[in-house]
């Protein structure tokens, strides 16, 4: 498996409440993505980096901010979490072309 | 906007072939790709296809791409227990630099 862990894999949190989830690569891959996976939606790209603070934005990005001051570690941060982003969150590494590979994955669960 | 839309689920008896399909709207999409998710795990790439290409063949695994219809298909051959999976396909935007799932087609294998 290429180098990528997510933290944490399993959280439960309170609607309202700011919640970090970090992505870490040992691959030094200048790409990286988050992508939220639902039931009938397949994964949706919420944003996605090409190099140190470089980030644009997915296809479902509010609510959603994110930060990569390091090559190895990409956050998504949820302001204040909301009961629709309950999902499971993704991240990858590496360019379309050159094949991405998937981090295990976070529960997240908003109450 | 892109979209690429999938039959939800496919159910075939072990030694059987399966074929699972994929229709996608971006026509100039460069590469198209398969991906296996196992329960609770990550996405796996399972193989990708160049545009111009129509079929390439890996192992037990077969792509199709239609690019006239814009329709793309894998065929497992001799399909085994250990296939149960979900399966994606994926095009990639203009840039190379993001990917748009399916819905991912639900693959069980009766015994």
């Known amino acids: 498996d290429a180098g990528i862990t997510q933290s944490p894999r399993h959280k439960v949190t309170e609607t309202g409440t700011p919640v970090t989830l970090r992505c870490h690569q040992t691959?030094?891959?200048?790409?990286m993505y988050w992508y939220r996976q639902d039931p009938g939606h397949g994964l949706r790209l919420i944003h996605y980096s090409y190099g140190v603070k470089d980030t644009d934005k997915g296809e479902v990005s509010d609510g959603y901010s994110v930060s990569r001051s390091k090559t190895e570690d990409f956050l998504l941060t949820l302001e204040s979490a909301t009961s629709s982003q309950t999902s499971v969150y993704f991240c990858?590494?590496?360019?379309?072309?050159?094949?991405?590979?998937f981090g295990p994955g976070t529960r997240l669960l908003v109450l | 906007g892109e979209d690429v839309e999938q039959s939800l689920f496919l159910s075939v008896r072990e030694g059987d072939s399966s074929v699972i399909n994929c229709t996608y709207t971006?026509?100039?999409?460069?590469?198209l790709y398969w991906y296996k998710q196992e329960p609770g795990a990550g996405l796996q790439l399972l193989t990708y296809?160049?545009?111009?290409?129509d079929m390439k063949q890996d192992q037990r695994l077969t792509v199709l791409l239609n690019k006239k219809d814009k329709h793309l298909s894998l065929r497992i051959a001799d399909t085994q227990t250990g296939d149960s999976a979900i399966y994606f396909c994926a095009e990639e935007n203009n840039a190379g630099n993001m990917l748009t799932f399916g819905g991912g087609t639900r693959l069980m294998v009766k015994p």
């Open positions: 691959e030094n891959h200048r790409y």
């Open positions: 990858a590494i590496g360019r379309a072309q050159e094949t991405q590979y």
């Open positions: 296809i160049f545009s111009n290409m």
């Open positions: 971006d026509s100039s999409s460069t590469y």
